[in-house]
Each structure stands twice: as C-alpha cells, then as structure tokens.
C-alpha cells in the first residue's frame, strides 16, 4: 500500500478556487486508481473524482460535474483536485484514497487513505 497525505484546503469564499493536492509514498504511484472523496459535519461521507492508474478515464460526482477537475502527475507521485465556483455546501474534509486496481466510488474499497484536508467555503 502507498501512504497518502493531502493538503492545499483553507478558507474560500463564494465562486474562489481551491488546489488540492495527494501526496503519495511507497510503492509505485503508476500503478495505483485514486479517488477523492469530501464529508461534511453531520452527512455521509460523497465521492467526489476518480481518477484511472494512467489518468485516461476520470470520473465526477454529480455535485461536482463541471466545476471540479481531477489530474495527476505520476513522476511526482501526486494527484490533484482542482476546485472553481465554490459554494458553501463544498464544504467538508476532503480525503484521498489509492488502491491497485480500477478505481471505484465507494470509500471502503480503497486500502489507502490519507487524513484529510479542511475546505470551508464561506457566503
């Protein structure tokens, strides 16, 4: 397994944008699906991207769609989560997740999983 460690969250207001980033160590980042997933105080925790070993194939939640966009960098071992036309209800803790094989939208079936970074969007 890869060990991971997110940051890049803050404090944002209304329509700002956000970089995050997913560090990974370990094991060989290429051949590993990533995932970010966000959990807000009080709800279940949501999907938010994916992103394939190669980067070729992403995917979106529906609440995301259009505004966020996932992409990484093999050579640097990093994966990023790029956030544009915040609202209030993005905020959450956003966490990445690794795992080696085709990526998926449930949080449980990445082995990897880094701590979380805090995004809080104010009106």
């Keep these: 397994q890869v060990q991971l460690a997110e940051s ?3 404090l944002v207001q209304t329509g700002g944008s956000l970089r995050l ?4 160590s370990g094991r060989a980042f290429s051949n590993y699906a990533v995932a970010w997933f966000r959990q807000a105080p009080g709800k279940e925790r949501e999907f938010v ?7 070729g194939i ?6 995301v769609k259009g505004r966020f966009t996932i992409s990484r960098d093999n050579a640097k071992n990093t994966v990023y989560l790029q956030l544009n036309l915040l609202k209030p209800e993005d905020t959450a ?3 990445c ?3 080696e094989t085709t990526s998926s939208r449930i ?3 990445y ?3 880094g701590q979380g970074t805090q995004v809080t969007v104010s009106s």
């Design 8 to 10: 890049g969250g803050g």
């Design 21 to 24: 980033s997913c560090v990974a």
């Design 49 to 55: 991207a994916s992103t394939s070993r190669s980067g």
């Design 58 to 63: 992403t995917s979106y939640g529906d609440s």
């Design 93 to 95: 803790v956003y966490y």
């Design 97 to 99: 997740a690794a795992r």
């Design 107 to 109: 949080f449980y079936e």
């Design 111 to 113: 082995p990897s999983r």
